[in-house]
Structures are given as C-alpha cells and as structure tokens.
C-alpha cells in the first residue's frame, strides 16, 4: 500500500502513482475531484471515493464471512524483508519520494516505545491503554502512534483531520480517558499555552507523552517535566527508522538527552556518530549501518550499503553515549511542524531577479520560513523605495510558485538589508546561512516576533473601525471575508458557520496570517484565539463578549 499526503499537488501524487505503478487509489470524497484530475493523466488505474467510516458502526457488524481466507496469516522470515508499506518523502528537494517499508521495519517502529520500557523496567503497556495521537498516518510517526498500543490490545484515538483546536485535543484527553499521547512539537507548544492559562486535569492520566518529527525547544520540555508530565523526545528518519529517544524514567538526571534504542545480540548499537569537521571536532554526523534491521529498503547512501542522515549531534559533556540534535549537515530546513523546506531552488529563484545581489532563505526549527535580502545597489538606485519592495516581493512571490505550501514565504518574513550590510559568504560566494542567520540574529528574532505574535499587545492596529458596535451579523461577515481571503477559498465555503475552519484548510500557517487579521480590527486577540474558537460562530461570540480566551478558564 502507498500512503499519500493530501497536502500534495496534482503533479506531486501522479509521479507517486507511476513510481510505484499503483493500479487502485482509494480517496476520501471530499478529494474525489482532485483524485480523478490525477488518474485522467494514467491509464490502467481505478479510483474508489469513500466516505468517512462510521467505527461505531462498523465495530457492531461481524467479520466479513470468509475472513481468514482472504488474508493470508502465515509468513516466512524472507517475508519480513518484503515491502509492506510505502510512504514518501516530504518533496522538498523535488517530487516526493517513494520509501518501502518492509514488515521487519515496521516490527521495530511499533515496538519502539515498548523496548525502552522493557530495558528500564518502567511500567508496560496494556489493553488498558488509550493512545491520543495527534500524527498524520502518512509519516512514520504515526504508524508508531497508532500501532504501539493496538499491538496491545490497547485503543487508539486518532481525528479525522489535523491540525486540531486545542479545545478539542483536551476533550479527547478526558473523554477517552487518554495514557499515552503522541504528537509534534508545535502542538505540545500550543497545549502548553492552554495548561498555562487553565490547569493540568487533562493530562493527568498520561503515563507517557512522546514528541518527534522536529527539535523541540528545551524550555517546553524542562516545562512539562516541572509539570510532573512523563515527555519523552524520539529521534528518526523514514529512513532508518526511530533509532534513539530520551530516558523514560521520571527519576533519571539526564531526561534530555537522546540514546539509542537497538542493539545487536553483542550489545553494540547500529549507528556511530563521525566528526563532521575537524575544526569543530565536538559536532557529530550520525551514520546508520549496513546491517541495521531498522534501515528501509534501498535507501542507502554509502558504498558500503549504510545511510548517512544528514543530521548533526553534541554529546552530552556530563553523560558519555548520549547526544543533543544540533542542526542539519545539508541545506535542508526541518520545519517546527516537521515538515521539510529546501532553501536553495528557492534561494535560485529570487537570486534571478536583477535587483537582488544576494539571499538566504532561512527557517529551521520555526513555524514559517523567512529571507534575508541584499539589494544589488547599482540596480535599486534606479527606483524609488516603493518599487524597490514590489521588486523583490515579486521575486519572492516567483519562488513561491515552485514551493510546497509549508514553504512559502509571506510577505511580512520579507526582510531587505539596508546597503551599507553585507551577507557572510564563501569563497565561492555562497551565502553561509547558519553564519547569516547569526548575524543577524536581532533582526530574524524580530521579524519572527512581529509576524507570529502580530499586535499581542493588546492594541488593534486598524483603529479608524468601531467594531465594538459591530451587530453579530456584520462580525461573522468580516470573519468570513478574512478567512476566504487567507485559505484563498469562495465566501460560499462558509455556508455552515457552525463548521470547523480547519476543515476547510486551515492550518498553522494560515492560523498566524487569519489571527492577525482579526487583531487589526479586535482588541486582544491571543495567539491560540483560533485553536481555542475554530468556527465562525464562536468566533463571533468570544470577540462581542469580550471573552477571547478559551470559555472553560
């Protein structure tokens, strides 16, 4: 089975399906319209639309007569090395790439919460257990979610779509009596804003909370651990698998850190880590070896049939053999989500445009990208201030087209160098984007400040409105009027105000650019007032009561 990201273009999920030469791709309804513009450029393929599955239902009704002779449950061990699974890359560097995964890979993802239990002597898991995860099933991330607790006998409780409001995550975290939780950092980030401002009931079940797909800022991590919530970090790739993850035991000194998980029947682990340049000897790049069980199928990278990731490491000074993630080696941006951002076809693109000299896209580790621009200044002194900045947001605009969504850069992460800076470069005249971002550290702190966190102060910006005499009819308007124009969808999509906007395509993105808006016209508008208020209704009631924080405080 191939596993296919609804966040791909036409083009991305056609050159999938001809890669791995499928012949039946099954598709929820609502994309039915997008899957069938796909399957128009193949032939010999067949699509089926499903509507969503009613799992109550479903759960009452017998297996399906015949059962056991349609799936066959014997296997050999030459079976484990067989594909079972196909997922893709991210499609950052070009069309997404198809990964199998064999049954031996995925024996050892499900089970990677249970091994670092079993070693540590930590509680198991059971039946008992309910597992919240919060991961998109087309990642490897969330196959761990669901499957290292139904492998169990355990439940698992997933939503129809992501992201979701956090009023919603903590729903769920007591109505289904929620142990385990699985997710990215961004959302332990937003639910650590909520506990803030609430209280902690919610997770107060949870034995054990697991976060990957992206670094993970210390100080939320050191916050959940104050708070008593047993947080562990897992760190993987497609790849190679989840390889190393932080201590379980609430009562280790070094929580922080990452080992690895496998070992061989000698006791040694499948990975080393290699000083990635002599002059900075403390950096390490983890190799993966050949004879990792963990490793999918052809992904090798090295002669000797090993896999570089490209990932970079700082061993703990006080704790020999465990390792804090430094950064990448390549110039590949790992999104604050997860998702993966190539800077240098973008980076090309702006380059183009002849009134920029030079730029570096930059992004690692946060929620949006952002680029720092130097002017070519014989050019610019040609124009005036005003198409000088049309300029380069065209250019901007240019990469944008050939971008994956995640990517994109707005507007207000536009960020042109007065003349008199410059942009560290190599030799070769190369931007050192790491070295650039350094630099420049106070303006990239400030722009990232002002665009996410927007007017937080409390103060709306447009104050030639009086919309404290707005009736609800006129502020549901204006709500769907911004949010047709962000998610760049018909007025006509928000018939149901009733409806969540996430399902309509709103995602963390879009939430910051759809959030700033409304605190144009509204006074104190928090930085989770979507996540907390996902429909226009209650939009509308939390901004006229004056009431904007989530209504359980």
């Known amino acids: 089975m191939l596993a296919i990201s609804s966040r791909n273009s036409e083009a991305a999920v056609l050159n999938l399906l001809e890669k791995t030469g499928s012949k039946l791709l099954l598709a929820n309804i609502k994309y039915e319209r997008f899957a069938k513009s796909v399957i128009g450029n193949i032939s010999d393929i067949d699509l089926v639309a499903i509507s969503a599955f009613d799992v109550d239902a479903l759960s009452k009704e017998p297996l399906t007569a015949g059962h056991e002779q349609i799936l066959n449950m014997e296997f050999t061990d030459q079976d484990t090395l067989k594909p079972a699974l196909i997922v893709h890359s991210s499609g950052s560097t070009a069309f997404p790439k198809p990964i199998s995964l064999s049954s031996r890979y995925l024996f050892y993802v499900i089970n990677n919460l249970e091994v670092p239990l079993t070693d540590s002597k930590l509680e198991r898991l059971t039946d008992k257990d309910v597992m919240l995860a919060l991961t998109p099933f087309v990642h490897v991330f969330g196959i761990l979610g669901f499957f290292s607790v139904t492998i169990h006998g355990g439940s698992a409780v997933m939503f129809e779509q992501l992201p979701v409001p956090q009023k919603e995550i903590v729903d769920a975290l007591l109505a289904c009596n929620v142990t385990l939780l699985a997710a990215p950092p961004l959302v332990y980030e937003q639910m650590a804003d909520h506990f803030k401002e609430t209280n902690l009931c919610a997770a107060e079940r949870i034995k054990y909370a697991v976060v990957g797909g992206a670094s993970f800022k210390q100080e939320i991590l050191d916050w959940y651990h104050s708070q008593q919530v047993n947080l562990c970090v897992l760190y993987g790739t497609t790849e190679a698998c989840v390889v190393m993850t932080s201590n379980l035991d609430p009562d280790c000194k070094n929580r922080n850190s990452l080992h690895f998980i496998h070992k061989d029947t000698e006791g040694h682990v499948y990975g080393t880590f290699e000083t990635n340049d002599e ?14 069980p963990t490793l999918a199928s052809h992904v090798a990278n090295r002669p000797e049939g090993g896999y570089d990731t490209q990932d970079l490491f700082i061993e703990h000074l006080d704790f020999s053999g465990t390792y804090t993630y430094f950064g990448r080696r390549d110039d590949i941006l790992i999104m604050e989500n997860g998702e993966k951002t190539n800077p240098v076809p973008m980076e090309a693109a702006i380059r183009q445009h002849p009134m920029v000299q030079q730029v570096t896209v930059i992004g690692h580790g946060r929620q949006c990208t952002a680029t720092l621009i130097l002017l070519n200044k014989e050019h610019a002194e040609c124009f005036d201030p005003e198409e000088i900045i049309a300029a380069v947001h065209a250019a901007v605009n240019k990469a944008n087209l050939e971008c994956p969504g995640h990517s994109k850069i707005f507007p207000q992460m536009v960020k042109i160098l007065p003349f008199n800076q410059t942009l560290p470069t190599t030799d070769k005249g190369t931007v050192m984007r790491k070295k650039a971002e350094s630099a420049y550290q106070d303006v990239v702190k400030r722009l990232y400040k002002e665009f996410l966190e927007g007017t937080s102060s409390g103060t709306k910006t447009n104050s030639g409105y009086d919309t404290s005499a707005w009736t609800p009819e006129q502020t549901e308007d204006f709500l769907v009027t911004c949010a047709s124009e962000v998610l760049d969808v018909p007025e006509t999509a928000f018939k149901d105000r009733a409806r969540s906007i996430f399902e309509l395509g709103l995602n963390s993105l879009a939430a910051i650019q759809l959030r700033n808006r409304i605190a144009e016209y509204f006074d104190s508008i928090p930085q989770n ?17 004056g009431q904007q924080q989530d209504p359980s405080e």
């Open 529 to 545: 007032f979507l996540y907390q208020h996902s429909t226009i209704v209650s939009m509308r009631q939390a901004l006229l009561s």
């Open 279 to 292: 002059s900075e000897p403390h950096i390490k790049h983890l190799y993966m070896h050949a004879d990792s």
